[in-house]
């Protein structure tokens, strides 16, 4: 068969799905009660057909899983000259990266600390002080977020259009 990135994870999540319907069937049919002295009419189980069906699955799902992998180490965004595999750790360091710079970008640059209010005068006031630049943190995270914003749509693109194929 012949995937898109986007295709194969559509039809990993639909055998998942598969999956999980055929064990939640097997869940209730697999054991019956059965009041005493009242005629056995136990719902329709094959163990065995059950057993193979989830293999056949799960098999299907590694050869997919496998081909995805190796699409992702060998496929090269053609604007960044970088593997998919690359550019996802490279997307993941992004947001890490991302997360910090707008923690250091929201800060105040002065900052009263303590309570002070009502009269209370006890000490001095203290003020906590950014021991950088803000505005630069604030336009390092927009730099950072247009980045992100840019790779994921360079991976949307691959992963659409770019074709790889899988012996099911």
């Known amino acids: 068969m012949e995937f898109t990135s986007a295709s194969a994870n559509k039809y990993l999540r639909r055998l998942q799905d598969e999956k999980d ?3 939640r069937t ?3 049919v ?3 009660v059965l009041a005493e002295g009242e005629a056995a009419e136990p719902p329709a189980y094959d163990y065995g057909a059950v057993r193979e069906k989830v293999a056949q699955i799960d098999g299907q799902a590694r050869a997919i899983r496998h081909a995805l992998h190796r699409f992702n180490m060998k496929t ?3 604007e960044r000259g970088i593997t998919i ?5 490279l997307l993941a360091q992004l947001s890490g990266r991302k997360e910090r710079l707008n923690g250091l970008a929201s800060r105040q640059p002065q900052e009263r600390l303590g309570n002070r209010y009502f009269g209370s005068s ?3 006031i203290e003020y906590r002080y950014a021991n950088y630049d803000v505005a630069q943190a604030e ?3 927009r730099a950072v977020a247009d980045e992100i914003a840019a790779l994921q749509l360079e ?8 074709v790889f194929s899988v012996e099911l």
């Open 21 to 23: 319907r055929l064990l």
């Open 155 to 162: 991976l949307d693109l691959v992963n659409q259009t770019e």
């Open 122 to 124: 006890n000490g001095p």
């Open 76 to 78: 090269v965004l053609p």
């Open 26 to 28: 097997e869940q209730e």
């Open 30 to 32: 697999s054991t019956y």
């Open 85 to 89: 595999d690359e550019a996802l750790i």
């Open 139 to 141: 336009a390092d995270y």
